[in-house]
């Protein structure tokens, strides 16, 4: 029985891989949250891990004194996690969590000799170069579970050997894709995705388009390619999830229903596809599919995205931390909508870039970026 270990078990990636486990019959011995601890006592009860981790200190305690099942260890904060993350037995660390705390427990599971399911953008991001050098000097798979890298992943199989002329990622184009103006924009607004049920944080992601700015810096290095080979098209319908244009002029797209349990599966079964009760395409129904050009000028987090890697060095993490900043800001009422570009390309403005990084230089830039951006939305 395969052995798997969830990081961030209790949000909407988390929650979906643990029905995927469950459908598969896979072991899971280890889950982790933040701080929603009525959740994971739920899944503890489901699933029946050997550990769990709390993030949060006080959380941790929490569960630990109301916790009925007393076999499962309870650990708290980012040793916790990396605990999760290094489990023995583990085959796989599916790591679903949300922002920079990720690249640690990443590094902890390559090391640790577990193949990695990722969703955590940001350990890419921030430190992609770092990370793809580690997988392999530690003969490593990460399997992406965002459903445009899984798309071009699966577009890949078989094609290995053949020259990419360019990626066409995709985007649903969030809520606001035929806006001519972000002014007035409310946190309800921007939480009303049209296709996808996701975290907080990565919804407004795609609102802004920060998401597909994120992914575009993923996919180079997930996929080794120049950033001037990678495309962003707008294709509302989501029944796209990526194309790879090779040079013979010849294009493989992977499509499907927008369901992120697809995804996950298949980097959780790969090289096999497994029978499953998901939602499949009917062509009769799902009507015309569109594609249309993003506007880099009202979409600023996706130019600066571009900006970024384009760039390199630190600039990607500088750009990360300082969007999180601004999201949570805007989350809690305290900027508006469009303040939230202003806000990141301030910072990576500010910010002196350093090339021929370590992961030392990559955590410093990120605290750099986000203490900067504190300072701005005070101000």
Partial sequence: ??????????????????????????????????????????????????????????????????????????????????????????????????????????LKAIRNGKNVALANKETLVTAGELVIKEAKKFNIKIYPIDSEHSAIFQCLQGNENNKIAKIHLTASGGP????????????????????????????????????????VIEAKWLFDVDVGKINVVIHPQSI???????????????????????????????????????????????????FQKPDLKLFRCLALAFDAIKTGGTLPTVLNGANEIAVGAFLDGKIQFSDIPELIEKAMYAYNIKYNYSFADVFEADLWARNYTKTLILR
Avoid at 179 to 193: M, R, W
């Fill in 1 to 106: 029985m395969k052995g798997i270990s969830v990081l961030g078990s209790t949000g909407s990636i988390g929650t979906q891989a643990l029905e995927v486990c469950e459908n598969l019959g896979f072991d899971v011995l280890a889950l982790t949250t933040n701080v929603r601890i009525d959740i994971l006592e739920k899944q503890i009860e489901k699933f029946k891990p050997k550990i769990v981790a709390v993030m949060n200190d006080e959380k941790a305690s929490e569960l630990k004194k109301n916790l009925k099942n007393k076999n499962v260890e309870v650990l708290a904060g980012i040793d916790g996690i990396n605990s999760a993350a290094s489990i023995d037995g583990a085959d796989t660390i599916l790591n679903a969590l949300v922002g920079n705390i990720g690249l640690e427990p990443t």
């Fill in 240 to 290: 796209i999830h990526s194309m790879v244009e090779f040079e013979d002029g010849a294009v493989i797209a992977q499509l499907g229903e927008p369901d992120m349990r697809v995804p996950i599966q298949y980097a959780l079964t790969y090289p096999e596809r497994v029978k499953n009760n998901f939602p499949k395409v009917n062509f009769f129904d799902c009507g015309n599919l569109t």
């Fill in 176 to 215: 606001f894709k035929d806006y001519t103006s972000f002014d007035g924009i409310t946190v309800k607004d921007a939480l009303n995705h049209p296709n996808w049920t996701m975290g907080r944080k990565i919804t407004i992601d795609s609102a802004t388009m920060m998401n597909k700015g994120l992914e």
